[in-house]
């Protein structure tokens, strides 16, 4: 297995974490997937570490800049660089280890499906989910089958959710209170559809576009359109 992030602390945990309750022997590295390279060359020295690979998982997610003119060209580019481009330099990369039979899955997001501003980060994970559907035929001569997956709202110790709960517990129930399940998903859970995806057990699955959001109504937390110039 073969795993790359932004912090090396993360890495080496995960790693021995793998080690200790699976026995597998994890490479990791540290990348940054917007710097010249660096992704392209972790996925080609994966596959020939390992030799061969028998899945790929692009996880990338992130925006830059705020409502359509609070944002720039560049916030713009860069958003789609960080969500679709490095998942089409992952693939174009590791292509040439990737067994026959192996399976590629892009984690998208509800934002991609259920939008709402600020725009450029659902427009980048919408053509994420394009691209699987698109590249599933391309790929289809190489036995490779590429799927995606879409999370709803997760609940993260650190993160953007979790820091909500502890700052405004009354708006974060409020909000959760809104999804069928009266909660946030747990990243277990996410991880297990992609598990799935990856497996060969779903080789009948192709090109789909699978909401792992546990019913999420919309994106976010929602609120009143953006005016012209960024004024609500």
Same mark, same amino acid.
């Given at each position: 297995?073969?795993?790359?992030?932004?912090?090396?602390?993360?890495?080496?945990?995960?790693?021995?974490?793998?080690?200790?309750?699976? #026995?597998?022997?994890?490479?990791?590295?540290?990348?940054?997937?917007?710097?010249? #390279?660096?992704?392209?060359?972790?996925?080609?020295?994966? #596959?020939?570490?390992?030799?061969?690979?028998?899945?790929?998982?692009?996880?990338?997610?992130?925006?830059?800049?705020?409502?359509?003119?609070?944002?720039?060209?560049?916030?713009?580019?860069?958003?789609?660089?960080?969500?679709?481009?490095?998942?089409?330099?992952?693939?174009?990369?590791?292509?040439?280890?990737?067994?026959?039979?192996?399976?590629?899955?892009?984690?998208?997001?509800?934002?991609?499906?259920?939008?709402?501003?600020?725009?450029?980060?659902?427009?980048?994970?919408?053509?994420?989910?394009?691209?699987?559907?698109?590249?599933?035929?391309?790929?289809?001569?190489?036995?490779?089958?590429?799927?995606?997956?879409?999370? #709803?709202?997760?609940?993260?110790?650190?993160?953007?959710?979790?820091?909500?709960?502890?700052r405004d517990p009354e708006?974060?129930?409020?909000?959760?209170?809104?999804?069928?399940?009266?909660?946030?998903?747990?990243?277990?859970?996410?991880?297990?559809?992609?598990?799935?995806?990856?497996?060969?057990?779903?080789?009948?699955?192709?090109?789909?576009?699978?909401?792992?959001?546990?019913?999420?109504?919309?994106?976010?937390?929602g609120g009143a359109p953006?005016?012209?110039?960024?004024?609500?």
């Open positions: 297995m073969a795993i790359c992030g932004r912090n090396p602390e993360s890495l080496d945990s995960v790693a021995t974490r793998l080690y200790e309750e699976f #026995g597998v022997r994890v490479l990791t590295e540290a990348v940054d997937v917007l710097a010249e #390279g660096q992704l392209e060359d972790f996925t080609r020295r994966a #596959g020939e570490t390992l030799g061969g690979l028998d899945g790929l998982v692009a996880n990338v997610g992130g925006k830059r800049g705020g409502a359509l003119l609070d944002s720039t060209r560049a916030d713009w580019e860069e958003t789609w660089e960080l969500n679709t481009g490095h998942a089409v330099r992952a693939i174009r990369s590791g292509l040439a280890s990737l067994r026959e039979g192996s399976s590629v899955v892009l984690v998208a997001s509800v934002s991609g499906w259920k939008p709402r501003f600020p725009a450029q980060y659902g427009a980048a994970k919408a053509s994420e989910i394009y691209l699987a559907s698109a590249l599933c035929q391309e790929l289809a001569p190489y036995r490779i089958r590429v799927n995606t997956v879409s999370p #709803g709202s997760i609940l993260l110790p650190g993160k953007s959710w979790d820091r909500l709960r502890l708006a974060f129930e409020a909000y959760a209170a809104r999804n069928p399940s009266g909660r946030l998903l747990n990243p277990d859970e996410v991880a297990q559809v992609i598990a799935f995806l990856l497996s060969p057990v779903s080789g009948a699955v192709n090109g789909a576009h699978v909401p792992a959001d546990g019913g999420q109504p919309q994106a976010g937390l953006v005016r012209p110039g960024g004024r609500n």
